[in-house]
């Protein structure tokens, strides 16, 4: 997944284009800079699963 498509992820979810997303263990090294560097990271939740996966939602007010 390229770089342009993790925060393009990020903006659907924080605009509620989509209502999760899945990072996995082999691209989650990429997707972490990206996500610190977001500007709404604090409106987003990751919620870790068995195998490494990650979902991220958007936190409930």
């Not at 997303?21 to 409106?43: D, K, L, M």
């Amino acid at each position: 997944m390229a770089e342009e498509n993790f925060e393009q992820l990020l903006d659907d979810l924080r605009n509620k284009k989509i209502d999760h997303f899945v990072i996995t263990p082999e691209n989650f090294q990429q997707f972490q800079p990206i996500f610190h560097s977001y500007a709404y990271r604090s409106q987003i939740k990751g919620e870790a699963q068995r195998g490494g996966k990650v979902i991220y939602q958007l936190r409930e007010r």
